[in-house]
């Protein structure tokens, strides 16, 4: 698994690749917000496409949250979003209260897929 400076050298990447096309839909962004708001969706799958694990959620004040479980590591790189460190690691099952596994999706989302093109490129 990566080190946490590979993981804040990738969450830098990632922010530089969010925008209007991968943030979630439903989203209410203000000015005040991380950047981080509303892109926890594909950038969690964007995570399972290039490290494998799980995608995990959370309700984190009364909103969903998408994570991920590689190995044994919950990995949240938008968890500053709800207070957090911009990259928040923790024991698998500790990271976030109440949170679960999800189902295994098919493919990326399309807002993962923007990702996954600017970020490798």
């Given at each position: 698994?990566?080190?946490?400076?590979?993981?804040?050298?990738?969450r830098?990447?990632?922010?530089?690749?969010?925008?209007?096309?991968?943030?979630?839909?439903?989203?209410?962004?203000?000015?005040?917000?991380?950047?981080?708001?509303?892109?926890?969706?594909?950038?969690?799958?964007?995570?399972?496409?290039?490290?494998g694990?799980?995608?995990?959620?959370?309700?984190?004040?009364?909103?969903?949250?998408?994570?991920?479980?590689?190995?044994?590591?919950?990995?949240?790189?938008?968890?500053?979003?709800?207070?957090?460190?911009?990259?928040?690691?923790?024991?698998?099952?500790?990271?976030?209260?109440?949170?679960?596994?999800?189902?295994?999706?098919?493919a990326?989302?399309?807002?993962?897929?923007?990702?996954?093109?600017?970020?490798?490129?």
């Amino acid at each position: 698994m990566m080190s946490l400076r590979a993981l804040a050298a990738l969450r830098r990447r990632l922010e530089r690749a969010w925008g209007p096309e991968t943030i979630y839909a439903g989203s209410v962004v203000r000015p005040t917000d991380p950047v981080s708001r509303g892109q926890c969706a594909p950038t969690a799958e964007y995570i399972q496409h290039r490290f494998g694990g799980k995608l995990v959620g959370a309700r984190i004040r009364g909103e969903r949250h998408i994570f991920n479980r590689v190995g044994n590591l919950d990995i949240d790189l938008t968890a500053d979003q709800y207070g957090g460190p911009k990259v928040a690691t923790a024991p698998a099952g500790k990271l976030w209260p109440d949170s679960r596994v999800l189902p295994d999706r098919k493919a990326p989302s399309a807002r993962c897929a923007v990702l996954i093109r600017k970020v490798t490129t």
